[in-house]
């Protein structure tokens, strides 16, 4: 990786981090929605760093344009009952739990030598740094080897949860 | 040290257990939500690095195609999750996860 790339991953992994950790940290649930936007962004810069550009074009419109909107529509509707947003009986296991998860993951990822595949063996490929978005289309929409038949089902799927969403919320 | 697939990979696992964490520990069903996305955020963060780095100076597509059906899947999600808790809200007055428990035995 070039030296730009790195110092975007250094930058936005340390605001993703602090981001999520100020999700679950904040008690007031509408800052919380805000500091998840931010997460989300850092997110973006991530995918950036890999050289996926469409991914995070994608990531800024459905995860902060969409999903953050839903998210704070949430918060607004249920604002009246909510005292903050404060942690049940069990949080101290639930930190124990995942603090384990957390280092043994590292443990894991840092223990393991990941082999290299060759590249022309695996599927749909471009070289490093061209665009992504036409051969992302390529792959999905290929007659052969594509991902027509998953993006037919997502297609119905999507249909059916705003159906199911506007069914659930509408009044009698 | 240059910045490699075990960089993302533990920047996913981080991510992830602060998700969980939150995710088990609220008592707000909206603040778990919230966490659910970011373990979906950490789990697309480590696809996308497999799938740069796992060939030598080149990007598998695949990744990217379940990368982009996993934020699908979140969008629809998040609208039927949602639309639940509003449910809930109207019906019982609560958004608190310990005290919806209708179907406890």
Known sequence: ?172 | MEVGLTHYLILSGILFSIGLFGALSKHNVIGILMCIEIMLNAANIAVVAFSRFLAEDAVLLTGHVFALFVIMVAAAEAAVGLAIVITLYRDRATVDAGKVDLMKG
Do not use: H
Request: net charge negative.
């Open chain 1, 1 to 172: 990786m070039d030296f730009g790339a790195e110092v975007a991953f250094w930058i936005f992994a340390v605001v993703a981090v602090l981001a999520a950790l100020a999700v679950v940290m904040v008690r007031n649930l509408f800052r919380a929605a805000l500091f998840l936007v931010l997460s989300f962004f850092a997110v973006a810069g991530i995918y950036g760093s890999l050289s996926a550009d469409f991914l995070a074009v994608a990531q800024v419109l459905v995860y902060m344009g969409a999903i953050s909107v839903l998210i704070i529509f949430g918060v607004m509707l249920t604002k009246n009952v909510q005292r903050g947003n404060p942690f049940n009986r069990a949080w101290p296991w639930a930190l124990v739990v995942c603090a384990t998860l957390m280092g043994l993951l590292i443990f894991v990822f840092q223990d393991t030598s990941w082999t290299t595949v060759d590249a022309s063996q695996a599927g749909p490929v471009i070289s490093e740094g061209e665009a992504t978005t036409s051969a992302i289309a390529e792959a999905i929409f290929d007659k052969d080897s594509g991902f027509l038949l998953p993006l037919e089902i997502a297609a119905a799927m999507i249909l059916a949860a705003v159906v199911g969403a506007i069914a659930l919320v509408r009044d009698e």
